[in-house]
């Protein structure tokens, strides 16, 4: 029998990537053929600290745009490359460098923390970044008793559930976790009732309220390797369950169906050979915004080590 589409793209993908010397960071909302030739799987933070440690000449970063670019900022001399131009994260779109720096004025000297969903242009107007892993120890580690947290109002107000500052929020949100309801985890929890509940801090707060932990997905790596649970229901991206799924084949896991973020699923096998063959699509920045942008990325780093 032949081999497969999968088996022969995976193999041309080995090869380019000697040839180019690349590594393949993937993060963990990637599809599973996509998720299988990574050289790295993981959350956004942990994504962010390999490629500050990689020697690779070449990044071929699976994920969206902003993490290709968080990339790009913390390994200025590699070449970084995102296979599909075009994923993005509407949620990183909520906010920019003007509307910021207007909302700025009016909250002059409260320190900006930025998620790392943003854009470079908008973390080069930050003072920190965060990740959904480190957002609550960024916030409280900052001298100030207000702080403004962009663009994430769901994560911000589950960080000032966990802050005695005054955390100002911006109007953003992830088009796919709001997609989850409380109905819905109702519903699993009827259906499952052995099951604990974890779901991701951009939930909105009456999900939050229903789950039994609120993590980051590379929590959710954590939190499913020790728990004694046997079922657990996973309120996030949906594509979070295959490799939750592939580590603890001694649970079940049921995912939220409807939570699917269309950006992370337009990375494909084919798009990456297409990316090592032509070294496509470069991610390249501005080298004043990078200056400012990757200072907020560092300070996060320094922070949370
Ligand atoms: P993590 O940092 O938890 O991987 O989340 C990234 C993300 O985009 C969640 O929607
Ligand atoms: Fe952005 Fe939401 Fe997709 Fe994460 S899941 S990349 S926050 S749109």
């Given at each position: 029998?032949?081999?497969?589409?999968?088996?022969?793209?995976?193999?041309?993908?080995?090869?380019?990537?000697?040839?180019?010397?690349?590594?393949?960071?993937?993060?963990?909302?990637?599809?599973?053929?996509?998720?299988?030739?990574?050289?790295?799987?993981?959350?956004?933070?942990?994504?962010?600290?390999?490629?500050?440690?990689?020697?690779?000449?070449?990044?071929?970063?699976?994920?969206?745009?902003?993490?290709?670019?968080?990339?790009?900022?913390?390994?200025?001399?590699?070449?970084?490359?995102?296979?599909?131009?075009?994923?993005?994260?509407?949620?990183?779109?909520?906010?920019?460098?003007?509307?910021?720096?207007?909302?700025?004025?009016?909250?002059?000297?409260?320190?900006?923390?930025?998620?790392?969903?943003?854009?470079?242009?908008?973390?080069?107007?930050?003072?920190?970044?965060?990740?959904?892993?480190?957002?609550?120890?960024i916030v409280n580690g900052l001298d100030s008793d207000e702080v403004i947290f962009v663009p994430d109002c769901h994560l911000g107000s589950h960080v000032q559930e966990r802050s005695d500052k005054r955390v100002i929020l911006w109007e953003g949100w992830c088009p796919t976790h709001v997609k989850?309801?409380?109905?819905?985890?109702?519903?699993?929890?009827?259906?499952?009732?052995?099951?604990?509940?974890?779901?991701?801090?951009?939930?909105?707060?009456?999900?939050?309220?229903?789950?039994?932990?609120?993590?980051?997905?590379?929590?959710?790596?954590?939190?499913?390797?020790?728990?004694?649970?046997?079922?657990?229901?996973?309120?996030?991206?949906?594509?979070?369950?295959?490799?939750?799924?592939?580590?603890?084949?001694?649970?079940?896991?049921?995912?939220?169906?409807?939570?699917?973020?269309?950006?992370?699923?337009?990375?494909?096998?084919?798009?990456?050979?297409?990316?090592?063959?032509?070294?496509?699509?470069?991610?390249?920045?501005?080298?004043?915004?990078?200056?400012?942008?990757?200072?907020?990325?560092?300070?996060?780093?320094?922070?949370?080590?």
């Amino acid at each position: 029998m032949g081999k497969s589409e999968t088996e022969l793209l995976t193999e041309s993908i080995e090869r380019l990537k000697h040839e180019r010397g690349a590594v393949l960071l993937v993060h963990n909302y990637q599809i599973p053929e996509v998720q299988d030739i990574a050289d790295f799987l993981g959350d956004s933070l942990e994504l962010s600290r390999m490629a500050a440690e990689t020697d690779a000449e070449v990044i071929v970063f699976c994920g969206v745009h902003f993490m290709a670019e968080t990339a790009k900022l913390l390994s200025p001399e590699r070449t970084v490359l995102i296979p599909d131009a075009s994923a993005g994260c509407p949620m990183a779109d909520m906010v920019d460098p003007v509307s910021l720096r207007e909302f700025k004025a009016k909250h002059p000297g409260v320190p900006v923390v930025a998620y790392v969903n943003t854009s470079a242009a908008t973390k080069a107007e930050a003072d920190i970044c965060c990740t959904s892993a480190n957002a609550i120890d960024i916030v409280n580690g900052l001298d100030s008793d207000e702080v403004i947290f962009v663009p994430d109002c769901h994560l911000g107000s589950h960080v000032q559930e966990r802050s005695d500052k005054r955390v100002i929020l911006w109007e953003g949100w992830c088009p796919t976790h709001v997609k989850i309801l409380p109905e819905h985890i109702q519903q699993a929890r009827e259906a499952h009732p052995e099951a604990v509940v974890i779901v991701h801090g951009e939930c909105p707060a009456p999900v939050r309220a229903l789950a039994d932990e609120v993590l980051s997905t590379g929590g959710m790596v954590r939190f499913a390797k020790q728990t004694s649970a046997k079922e657990i229901i996973v309120g996030t991206e949906s594509g979070m369950v295959y490799r939750l799924q592939k580590e603890n084949p001694d649970k079940v896991f049921h995912s939220i169906h409807i939570a699917v973020c269309p950006n992370m699923k337009k990375i494909t096998l084919r798009k990456v050979a297409e990316s090592l063959e032509k070294m496509q699509f470069e991610v390249d920045i501005d080298h004043d915004i990078a200056q400012r942008a990757r200072g907020s990325v560092e300070r996060m780093l320094q922070a949370s080590r």
